[in-house]
């Protein structure tokens, strides 16, 4: 569950980075390269996450349900860091007697 | 000259991902737990970061040859998706069976002919392109006319590469060897 929160949060932060910094400085500063890098390193960093997601569904740490939410959440902005809470929350109580 | 390096490491990178998978599709079918446990490393360090690997390649490629509007690329990164959620079920199921809780029946014996399909669909996608011509019945007639005086078309990759028959990984010289 870990590598699949941290990729949630990776995710999480390039799309913020992408919206937040490389789309102002597109549209504001002109300089269009900034968005085919923040692009590029988020799109990379979503199929990560999307494997992770495929990878704990077929080691049951996830069902269906948690798998599409977690697909659907990385979509958002801020919606990966509601997952990794989420995420957080199912490895406690998993680990919890 | 760092066309032709993105594609010597997007194949090596390759190499090792279908290698890796090839070898947890095996394992699961023949089980020997102290193995699954060495294999759940070696996929956790090696052929999970390959796959990554051989993505970031694959997009460099794609981005430096101009390859992206072209119908065979699409179709090829929906069979690398397909696999790459391939091997997250193989990875998954490594991981359950080297914790010792598999159920003996899920074995996945059709998970490695699938993933050997796939490869070869996409080989046979890179090598052959077979949507090119239909990408170049895409390109306006009068657009291709006005565009051609200039030495591009509408559809046409990038940097000197032609649509049909050349560059990537089929005949003909690299979109920056002749440069």
């Known amino acids: 569950m870990t590598g699949l929160r941290r990729a949630a949060l990776a995710e999480a932060a390039t799309l913020l980075a992408l919206f937040c910094v490389a789309m102002p400085l597109k549209y504001i500063a002109g300089a269009s390269w900034a968005v085919s890098v923040a692009g590029s390193i988020h799109g990379l960093l979503f199929m990560v996450f999307v494997w992770f997601v495929v990878r704990s569904w077929a080691e049951g740490l996830i069902n269906w349900l948690g798998a599409f939410r977690l697909f659907f959440g990385a979509l958002v902005p801020l919606g990966g860091v509601i997952n990794e809470r989420w995420l957080r929350r199912q490895s406690a109580e998993a680990a919890a007697p | 000259m760092i066309y032709t390096l993105s594609k010597a490491a997007h194949l090596v990178t390759l190499f090792v991902w279908i290698g890796g998978m090839v070898a947890v599709a095996v394992a699961l079918r023949y089980p020997v737990l102290s193995f699954l446990k060495q294999l759940k490393t070696y996929d956790r360090v090696v052929t999970s970061p390959a796959m990554v690997a051989a993505w970031a390649f694959g997009i ?120």
Request: charged share 20%; with cysteine; net charge positive.
């Open chain 2, 60 to 179: 460099m490629l794609a981005v430096q040859g101009g390859w992206f509007p072209h119908s065979w690329l699409a179709a090829k990164i929906f069979l690398v998706l397909v696999l790459s959620g391939l091997h997250g079920v193989l990875a998954g199921r490594l991981r359950r069976a080297a914790a010792g809780t598999t159920d003996p029946e899920e074995s996945g014996r059709l998970l490695l002919p699938i993933g050997l399909v796939l490869v070869a669909l996409i080989v046979l996608l890179v090598t052959l392109k077979p949507l090119s011509r239909l990408d170049a019945r895409c390109v306006d007639p009068a657009a291709s006319n006005a565009a051609g005086a200039r030495g591009s078309g509408t559809r046409r990759p990038r940097r000197g590469a032609s649509v049909a028959g050349d560059n990537y990984f089929g005949q003909g010289q690299d979109a920056y060897a002749r440069q």
